[in-house]
């Protein structure tokens, strides 16, 4: 039995889902995602479709969460349909790349933002040990209890939330002062990709694109829109931590996605009216562009032109509270997602228990331990990549589930149901799909070693659940 006011209500949650959506991505993204589709049109539409995909994504799960209101969420549902060895791979893999690695990459964009007002920080050695100290001390921080790890979320979440709606406000009102927002709808829709010629020259053209071109790039681009999006589902690691949970996780995801989703496309347009989409590195933000924002920080760049250094420095700051609220909310949803595997027998067997704060806290360490060393090994751009791909994979495989439990459990209790099926589900696979081929095709690398990863936990899986003899 919890003890009065240590569950987490239907704002908290709707906080943890907007929250842990909310972090570096909607700040860094938009640069690279440019170089790619160099357009306006185009740009909006890779944040629309990710928008699309989420909601879809809040939607789908809203119905399986209703069903099995219990922690662990996602781990759950695919056991649930399809057995322990798929949970276990997929829970394999949120430890060793998905959750981990959004943790490692969003405290890197901490670094980089931090590097605003100490340059020598970014990605540099002594930006990883910043990294590294943040995820530390936010792990200590959610392993004194839920109440901690809650109060943090709440403060920091609606501290982005308003130096969003600030961008977007101050953005959308002067960009009456400008012409970029026209000069970049003239030819909204005439995609060409940035092609860099000597590695560190800063020299390169814009090369027009089209047809199954701009698919492709399309797919690749939004790598980083999907990204910014991402964590949505991580309240339900948690569901015995909320209150009401077959009502509220569904209420909070839709709510939580919708709300980020409107968000980021109101950025995007803030950034079309004060920067021009084309740049490259050049000296002036002008000339910088969207697209060659300096260290690709282009909600800074839109910030100095409006208010100078000084907007510069006020809007990192931001940034960087931003981005400490995302890492909490990822934090804080994580180790209860290894105490559900742990309580199976297929985590570590400590994860399973609780400190005397009432938190998984040997979890929260393991965890803490893994990101660090994440944080140590790449750069923010590697670690984005990895993650969504194999992120992918699993929100096909949970979707599946849904059509499966359908059919091989159609009497069980659903207290709400996913409105448009089968239509919503199947459009929120075929996004997932899309974008998993794309980047299969043309970073193939990066997709490899991502179904590497996936395909040790099955091995791993053997070993843990082998016989012992007596």
Same mark, same amino acid.
């Given at each position: 039995?919890?003890?009065?006011?240590?569950?987490?209500?239907?704002?908290?949650a709707?906080?943890?889902?907007s929250?842990?959506?909310?972090?570096?991505g909607i &700040?860094?993204?938009?640069?690279?995602?440019?170089?790619?589709?160099g357009s306006?049109?185009?740009?909006?539409?890779?944040?629309?479709v990710?928008?699309?995909?989420t909601?879809?994504?809040?939607?789908?799960?809203?119905?399986?969460?209703a069903?099995?209101?219990?922690?662990?969420?996602?781990?759950?549902? +695919?056991?649930?349909?399809?057995?322990k =060895?798929?949970?276990?791979?997929?829970? !394999?893999?949120?430890?060793?790349?998905?959750?981990?690695g959004?943790?490692?990459?969003?405290?890197m964009?901490?670094?980089?933002y931090?590097?605003?007002?100490?340059?020598? =920080?970014g990605?540099?050695y002594?930006?990883?040990?910043?990294?590294v100290?943040?995820?530390?001390?936010?792990?200590?921080?959610?392993?004194?209890?839920v109440q901690?790890?809650k !109060?943090?979320?709440?403060? &920091?979440?609606?501290?982005?939330?308003?130096?969003?709606?600030?961008?977007?406000?101050?953005?959308?009102?002067?960009?009456?002062?400008?012409?970029?927002?026209?000069?970049?709808?003239?030819?909204?829709?005439?995609?060409?990709?940035?092609?860099?010629?000597t590695?560190?020259?800063?020299?390169?053209?814009?090369?027009?694109?089209g047809g199954?071109?701009?698919?492709?790039?399309?797919?690749v681009?939004?790598?980083?829109s999907?990204?910014?999006?991402?964590? !949505?589902n991580?309240?339900?690691f948690i569901a015995?931590?909320?209150?009401?949970?077959r009502k509220?996780?569904?209420?909070s995801?839709?709510a939580?996605?919708?709300?980020?989703t409107?968000?980021?496309?109101?950025a995007?347009?803030?950034y079309?009216?004060?920067?021009?989409l084309?740049?490259?590195?050049?000296?002036?933000?002008?000339?910088?562009?969207?697209?060659h924002?300096?260290?690709?920080?282009?909600?800074?760049?839109?910030a100095?032109?409006?208010?100078?250094?000084?907007?510069q420095?006020?809007?990192?700051?931001?940034?960087? +509270?931003?981005?400490?609220?995302?890492?909490n909310?990822?934090?804080?949803?994580?180790?209860?997602?290894?105490?559900?595997?742990?309580?199976?027998?297929?985590?570590?067997?400590?994860?399973?228990?609780?400190?005397?704060?009432?938190v998984?806290?040997?979890?929260? !360490?393991i965890?803490?331990?893994?990101?660090?060393?994440?944080?140590?090994?790449g750069?923010?751009?590697?670690?984005?990549?990895?993650?969504?791909?194999?992120?992918l994979?699993f929100?096909v495989?949970?979707a599946?589930?849904?059509?499966?439990?359908?059919?091989?459990?159609?009497?069980?209790?659903?207290?709400?149901?996913?409105?448009?099926?089968?239509? +919503?589900?199947?459009?929120?696979?075929?996004i997932?799909?899309?974008?998993a081929?794309?980047?299969?095709?043309?970073?193939?690398m990066?997709?490899?070693?991502?179904?590497?990863?996936?395909a040790c936990?099955i091995?791993?899986?053997?070993?843990?659940?082998?016989?012992?003899?007596?």
């Open positions: 039995m919890s003890r009065p006011g240590t569950k987490l209500s239907a704002l908290d709707t906080l943890l889902v929250g842990s959506m909310i972090g570096s &700040f860094i993204v938009s640069a690279d995602m440019s170089r790619t589709l306006a049109g185009w740009l909006m539409l890779a944040w629309a990710a928008g699309l995909f909601l879809c994504g809040a939607l789908t799960y809203g119905e399986l969460a069903m099995m209101p219990t922690a662990g969420g996602q781990y759950r549902y +695919i056991q649930r349909a399809f057995g =060895l798929t949970a276990f791979t997929y829970g !394999w893999t949120v430890f060793t790349v998905i959750q981990t959004v943790i490692a990459a969003v405290a964009a901490f670094a980089r931090l590097g605003v007002f100490i340059p020598s =920080l990605e540099s002594a930006g990883k040990a910043v990294a100290s943040l995820v530390v001390f936010l792990t200590w921080m959610n392993s004194r209890g901690e790890g !109060w943090i979320q709440r403060i &920091f979440t609606s501290a982005k939330l308003i130096a969003l709606f600030g961008l977007i406000a101050f953005g959308l009102y002067y960009a009456t002062q400008f012409q970029f927002l026209a000069e970049n709808w003239k030819n909204a829709w005439q995609a060409s990709t940035w092609l860099s010629g590695e560190g020259s800063g020299i390169g053209h814009w090369q027009p694109i199954w071109g701009i698919a492709t790039a399309m797919g681009a939004m790598v980083g999907l990204f910014s999006s991402d964590a !949505w991580n309240v339900t015995g931590e909320i209150d009401n949970p509220n996780i569904p209420r995801l839709v939580g996605t919708l709300t980020v409107v968000i980021y496309l109101l995007n347009v803030a079309l009216s004060l920067l021009p084309r740049g490259a590195l050049l000296p002036s933000i002008e000339q910088q562009g969207i697209s924002a300096l260290n690709n920080r282009v909600g800074a760049a839109a100095s032109v409006i208010m100078g250094n000084k907007g420095l006020l809007m990192a700051g931001l940034i960087m +509270i931003s981005t400490f609220g995302c890492i909310g990822i934090v804080l949803a994580g180790a209860r997602f290894y105490k559900a595997m742990a309580d199976d027998g297929l985590f570590f067997n400590r994860a399973a228990s609780l400190n005397k704060h009432q998984p806290g040997y979890a929260l !360490w965890q803490c331990a893994w990101a660090c060393l994440l944080c140590l090994s750069s923010y751009e590697q670690l984005l990549d990895y993650c969504i791909f194999v992120a994979i929100y495989i949970t599946l589930g849904l059509f499966r439990l359908r059919k091989t459990e159609p009497d069980t209790e659903r207290p709400y149901k996913v409105w448009g099926y089968p239509v +919503i589900p199947a459009i929120f696979m075929g997932a799909l899309f974008v081929a794309d980047l299969l095709v043309f970073k193939t990066t997709a490899l070693i991502g179904l590497g990863i996936v936990g091995p791993v899986y053997y070993l843990i659940t082998r016989p012992t003899k007596a």
